[in-house]
């Protein structure tokens, strides 16, 4: 349950980030902006690892004996490319405005790195349907909060949020790899 928690806040971690760009853009708090980011962010997180999960349940023959590798690499390489964005531009210089089309978009680019995680679920034996709740569900609320945390300027947390969601998808990675060794 642990891996579960830890994976969902690393996943969170991008959607807070831009949650955070967007609340910043607004300047003030308006509450169906956050219900709707929160709502979009949330979804889009708990339903893309599905896809990466169904993939890894079709190759599970074809790549078993190397399976603990490419979990490895792809949370090294989600959790890596996490940490060089948060050295980046802020979140708030890319948002033109805060539209429907703008947020869905918004929604599936936080989520593409969910989608891959997806393929790791199978690795680490969590049930992958308890685990893409708990990924929306607090997806959900990081967004709902980061919107809040932008409009009182809060936008510092913006690399933090990023820097730790990458360096925990990284451990992940380092974790399943270390257990299929030893074994």
Known sequence: MTEVLLLSLALSMDAFAV??????KAKSFDKYLALRVALLFGV????????GYLASIGLGSFIESVDHWIAFLLLSLIGGKMLY??????????????TNKVLLLLAIATSIDA???GFTLDLM??????????????????????????T???SVLE?????????????IGLNILLEHLMN
């Open 159 to 171: 690399d933090k949020a990023e820097k730790l969601g990458g360096v925990v998808l990284i451990a």
């Open 115 to 117: 989608m891959a995680a």
């Open 85 to 98: 964005d948060s050295f980046g531009e802020n979140t708030e210089d890319e948002i033109s405005s805060t």
């Open 19 to 24: 949650s955070i760009g967007i609340g910043v």
């Open 152 to 154: 009182r300027g809060a």
């Open 44 to 51: 889009f997180q708990g339903i893309m690892p599905l896809f």
């Open 125 to 150: 034996s969590l049930n992958p349907f308890i685990s893409m709740f708990l990924i929306a569900i607090i997806t959900f609320v990081f967004s709902f909060i980061g919107v809040y945390a932008g």
